[in-house]
């Protein structure tokens, strides 16, 4: 998956980088003064971890479905649960749903503790005229 996060201008703009174990995918956002959105916190910026977020998902996506090109987002929900730290952040996606046409993806971000998400996500991938 690290060669579709490496095709990704932002993906690299960001340093994500990738681990697989088996089918699961985690992408981590190193720490980096750039993505700190509010200097007086410090706290890292929130379209800095939506991207994360919804990169780790096409890349889950992607992952899961091989024959995938690119897969297209429908829609992309983010909620931000607490400010991020000036630490690395993981991601983690998992495809809850996936039919002809749509995947529906959730994926959450987290700091330290996995249990304490700092974001989570809620999307829709369209994947219709391909091989599922």
């Known amino acids: 998956m690290s060669a579709l996060l490496d095709r990704l201008p932002y993906a690299g703009f960001l340093g994500l980088v990738s681990a ?49 090109r690119l897969p297209r987002p429908i829609n992309v929900t983010v909620a931000y649960l607490r400010s991020g730290r000036p630490v690395d952040v993981h991601a983690r996606a998992r495809i809850s749903k996936a039919g002809r046409r749509v995947a529906h993806v959730l994926a959450e971000a987290w700091q330290e503790d996995e249990t304490q998400p700092i974001a989570s996500l809620t999307a829709h991938f369209l994947v219709a005229g391909y091989d599922l």
Do not use: C, K
């Open 20 to 68: 697989e174990d088996g089918e699961m995918l985690t992408v981590t956002m190193p720490f980096a003064d750039r993505l700190i959105g509010n200097p007086m916190l410090p706290a890292l910026h929130g379209g800095a971890t939506a991207a994360l977020l919804e990169l780790t998902a096409v890349a889950q996506v992607a992952l899961s479905y091989p024959r995938l």
